[in-house]
Each structure stands twice: as structure tokens, then as C-alpha cells.
């Protein structure tokens, strides 16, 4: 079983046979040959992408990192039970027994063993071609090494000494190294990125490792840990390198729909495609999937949160709404019901239909009816009513679809994908988050202004309100003002649970959805409570007994 975990890549024929031969032209090479040039070399690459998005497009590392980075947040909520293990990253209730955290694990380092056979076997400095190919393979070590850590290790900030995972940098299969230290992932990941960094010379598409991917990722690694003297130096080169410019607003709008290459925000994104990743039925088994139904494919069964729709919603105008589409309910006549809501002190959703009687709007609450009131605050208006137990405030909309009583508010950003129904490539990087990274160690520095000047870039393209020094809300820092704009514009990327818990912050998961209804539900969630991390799996102990549980 120690094979299955850190083998798999030196049976390279093996891999190529198995996948379609529109993955690789390499079906017949043996893996002695295999490594005779640079070209051939490439082609395992190509294997080590294949890892990160799974040989289905939804069976892979990516979609279980989103799952256990997203589901985690305060961004969604599930509308039901389910018996997929998701359901515990979503709830917290961890368990060594997690088969999708057991196989994020596996697929981890089949990537990592499959990048060691390929830097193992080409020599630097030979040709500008091989140094592309070892490069590449170094940025994919470094990713999925730093992901790693974020899921089975303890914010930077908490302690360097903190267990992470193991560093397995060879591809002997004898080498089975136990878990390192976070201080040590991260230095191997910053060395592993700067030689990415100076050995990529080519402009590829964002379907492939780059220098400006590495440069990316380096500028959030430092980010992660505060050194933010770095996380500007980094940002700034992916800004400036000119390859990159952010979506214009009404291309942004439908950046959903856009595939990698056709985005020119996208830094680097897990490349998939409709007919080879996601053929036939196998829209229902997306990450996005999960998030909407579409023309009757997808279970739709999780939902943007109170929370995050409350943001989003602040203002009318914000491009970032794009991609949540409310199911609204329609009367005979094909039209939207007008209705009220609002989220009771159970964390429950109460919606009200509305009546119009010559001009007066009401709503009946516990038989008994009300007049629908409103009054203007800081420019936008709060409408509510006056009930038994006093003033409701409410949203003034119509009434929606639901699922076990909570509303249908699908999420958009993880479907469409030049048109098909659930196809979507997962970004790790775009240049929006280079902005984001500045903004951030800006505001760490005690630079208001600048910090600023980089969050009103994003929010002049999503057509809201810029700040100023003196429109910074009451009891918000500049730090909180940047993590706001970072969660409402990289909202269902993978970044809130990181985010939140790297700044010390406490997740408030006070809304409605099913986490709350377990016998002991987590409505708050502090940095240092150790279920923020993923248990190592058991069957992994099991395999290697020397490796130390997680608390």
C-alpha cells in the first residue's frame, strides 16, 4: 500500500495508458525512455497536471482541495444531509475515516512523486527547454506542498515548530519521511517556487505553470507569512510583468463562462475541458454541480450564505452578485411573487408574502397584518414592520424556491464555462488577487492610503463605491476592510477559511444551513481550536505508524 501512496508516477506507462490519448500522445513510451529527452519529459508533466484535476475532471485533487478549503467558510451553506464525506469539512466534525481527505492525501503525492521523477531525471542548465519542463514540475511540487500544509497543518503565524506534513523530495520509493515542521514546508516551498521562478523562460497559457505563477504564489506564501515586504515585491512583478490585465467589468461579469485562455486575468487555473474531463452525464459530479441546478443537471443542493449575500448586497451595483442567481418562485401568470424576508434568532429563514392595496404594501405575520414600513439609511433604503415582539427588519424582494426552508441562492462562479453546464476550470491564480495580496501587506504596514488605492481598483471594475480614508465604516480597521473586498471578490476560490484563520480572525458561522444542526454545531470557530485543521487520514497511519496524528 506504500506503493499505491508514493509510486505511482514511476510506472509512467501505466499512467498514460489509463488516460485518454488526447491527454498525452505517449501511450507506448517505457519509463526508461520515457526520460531520454526533455520532450518526453514533458509528457510526464503532463501526468502531473492530470493529478491536480483528476483523471474524470471531478475525482481529483482540485475538487477535493475546494471542498475541504471552501466548505469550510462562511461563504455557503448545505441545505440538507448528505452522506458524502464533504459534509464533514462543512460541519467540522472531523473524522480520521474521511475518504475524500484520504484520497486528497494519496493524490498529493502522487503529484509530488511524479514532479521528483521528473526533476530527478533532466539536469539543469542542459537547454532552455528542460529547465522549462523541471521548472514547471517545481511550481506543481510547491502547490501542492503549500496546500498540503494549509489543510493538514496550523497557520504560519501560530507557531513554525507546529506539525505540517511529510517532505517527500525523492521518488525512491524506500524514502517515507515523517511529518515536517510548517516552518519547514514553507521554506521548502518558497525554494522550491524561487527555482520555478528562475528556471521558466516560457509564455504559456495560464493551463500551464509560469514564471508569473510562481511569482503568484510566492507573493500569497509570503502573504500567509507576513512577510509583507515580500508579498509586495511579488505582486507587484505579476502586475507589472504586462502579461496580465484585469477583465474589463462586463467581461468580468461573466468571467464564469470564460475558459482559461480565454481570460486574461487567469495566472494559472486547473485546465479542464468538455469533452475529455466532463463528458456526458458527468456534469453531475462537478464541484459546481453541487452549488446549482441548470437546466435540470446538478443537485443544488448548497447555497450562497445569509452572510455573504448581506455583503454582496450592500451594494445594487456589485458585479460580484453575477454569479449568485436567486431561483425565484412564479405565480400562473409566469410572474415573481412579491415577498418579504429576513433570518430569525434560530437561524431560521421567514419569508412573508407581500399584498398591494392601492399603494399599500403588507404582509401578515402570525395571522395578523402588517403594514410593510421603510426609512432611508446612509443612502439606501431599509424597509421592515412592527410586530409583536417590535421592529423586523426585512429584504423586500420575492418570494424564492427552497429546499428543506432554505432558499435557493445558487452559486454561479463554479459553472458555465464556455456554455457547458457544470464545466469550470478552478483558478489558482488571477491578477485580482495580486491586487489583494498588495492591499493586505499594505494595511499590515500602517499604510491606509495605499492599501486603499489597490482595493478601489477592484471595486472601480465591480462598479462600487470607492473608499476613502474617511469613509472606512465605524469599527472597521483598514485590515478588515481588505478582507472583506477579499472575500466578496475571491468568494468560492478557495482562499476564505485561510484567510480568516492565518489573521487570527474567528469564523462566524451564525446563519442559517445545516451545520447548526448537529447536537454540538460550531456557530463560531476561533483560530486556535485545532478543528481547523483535516485529521491525517488513519489509513495513512496505518500505512506508516511513525506518522503523528493531528489533535
Not at 242 to 251: A, I, K, N, T
Request: hydrophobic share 35%; aromatic share 12%; with cysteine.
Amino acid at each position: 500500500m506504500k506503493k499505491i501512496i508514493y509510486i505511482s508516477l514511476l510506472a509512467i506507462t501505466a499512467v498514460f495508458t489509463s488516460c485518454e490519448l488526447d491527454r498525452s500522445p505517449f501511450t507506448e513510451i517505457s519509463a526508461d525512455d520515457l526520460f531520454k529527452d526533455p520532450g518526453a519529459a514533458q509528457s510526464a508533466t503532463l501526468g502531473n497536471y492530470l493529478f491536480l484535476k483528476g483523471d474524470k475532471g471531478y475525482d481529483g485533487w482540485s475538487d477535493d482541495l475546494h471542498r475541504m478549503s471552501e466548505y469550510s467558510g462562511d461563504n455557503v451553506m448545505i441545505s440538507g444531509g448528505t452522506t458524502d464525506a464533504l459534509f464533514f469539512f462543512y460541519n467540522y466534525q472531523r473524522t480520521q475515516n474521511n475518504s475524500r481527505n484520504n484520497r486528497f492525501w494519496s493524490n498529493s503525492f502522487k503529484a509530488i512523486v511524479g514532479t521528483n521523477r521528473v526533476i530527478e531525471s533532466l539536469t539543469e542548465g542542459s537547454s532552455a527547454e528542460a529547465d522549462q519542463v523541471i521548472g514547471e514540475n517545481y511550481y506543481i511540487r510547491a502547490l501542492v506542498f503549500f496546500q498540503m500544509g494549509n489543510v493538514f497543518g496550523k497557520p504560519y503565524n501560530q507557531g513554525v515548530s507546529n506539525l505540517s506534513i511529510p517532505l517527500k523530495l525523492t521518488s525512491d520509493i524506500t524514502d517515507l519521511p515523517d511529518r515536517n515542521t510548517v516552518g519547514e514546508v514553507y521554506d521548502q516551498v518558497i525554494a522550491d517556487l524561487l527555482k520555478a521562478e528562475a528556471l521558466m523562460n516560457e509564455n504559456k497559457s495560464a493551463s500551464f505553470a509560469t514564471k508569473e505563477a510562481a511569482q503568484a504564489l510566492l507573493s500569497r506564501v509570503y502573504l500567509y507569512m507576513e512577510d509583507n515586504t515580500k508579498a509586495i515585491e511579488y505582486a507587484d512583478k505579476v502586475i507589472n510583468s504586462g502579461r496580465y490585465s484585469l477583465l474589463p467589468s462586463s467581461r468580468f461579469a461573466v468571467m464564469n463562462t470564460l475558459a482559461p485562455a480565454e481570460n486574461e486575468e487567469a495566472i494559472f487555473s486547473i485546465t479542464l475541458t468538455k469533452d475529455i474531463d466532463i463528458p456526458g452525464t458527468e456534469d453531475w459530479y462537478t464541484i459546481g454541480s453541487f452549488y446549482a441546478t441548470i437546466d435540470g443537471v446538478g443537485w443544488g443542493e448548497m447555497y450562497a450564505s445569509q452572510t455573504y449575500l448581506e455583503l454582496v448586497n450592500k451594494n445594487a451595483s456589485d458585479l460580484r452578485k453575477s454569479f449568485i442567481e436567486p431561483q425565484y418562485l412564479l405565480d400562473a401568470n409566469g410572474q415573481k411573487i412579491p415577498a418579504v424576508y429576513w433570518v430569525d434568532d434560530t437561524y431560521t429563514y421567514q419569508f412573508r408574502r407581500t399584498t398591494n392595496t392601492g399603494g399599500v404594501i403588507t404582509l401578515q405575520d402570525d395571522e395578523i397584518t402588517y403594514p410593510l414600513l421603510s426609512e432611508t439609511v446612509a443612502g439606501k433604503t431599509q424597509h421592515y414592520f412592527v410586530g409583536a415582539t417590535g421592529r423586523q427588519d426585512v429584504t423586500f424582494d420575492f418570494d424564492m424556491d427552497k429546499r428543506n426552508g432554505y432558499p435557493k441562492f445558487f452559486i454561479l462562479k463554479a459553472s458555465q464555462q464556455e456554455n457547458d453546464l457544470h464545466l469550470w476550470s478552478p483558478t489558482v491564480s488571477r491578477l485580482a488577487e495580486m491586487y489583494l495580496n498588495k492591499a493586505e501587506a499594505l494595511a499590515k504596514q500602517g499604510a491606509t492610503q495605499a492599501a486603499l488605492d489597490e482595493v478601489n481598483v477592484l471595486r472601480t471594475r465591480a462598479t462600487v463605491p470607492t473608499y476613502t480614508t474617511s469613509t472606512i465604516p465605524v469599527g472597521k480597521s483598514i485590515l478588515d476592510v481588505v478582507l472583506e473586498e477579499r472575500r466578496l471578490e475571491l468568494a468560492y476560490e478557495g482562499h476564505r477559511k485561510f484567510d480568516v484563520y492565518r489573521n487570527g480572525k474567528t469564523m462566524n458561522r451564525k446563519y442559517p444551513g445545516t451545520h447548526l444542526n448537529n447536537s454540538n454545531p460550531f456557530y463560531e470557530i476561533e483560530a486556535n481550536n485545532n478543528v481547523i485543521i483535516e485529521f491525517i487520514p488513519e489509513q495513512q497511519i496505518l500505512i506508516q505508524p511513525t506518522l503523528i496524528q493531528n489533535d
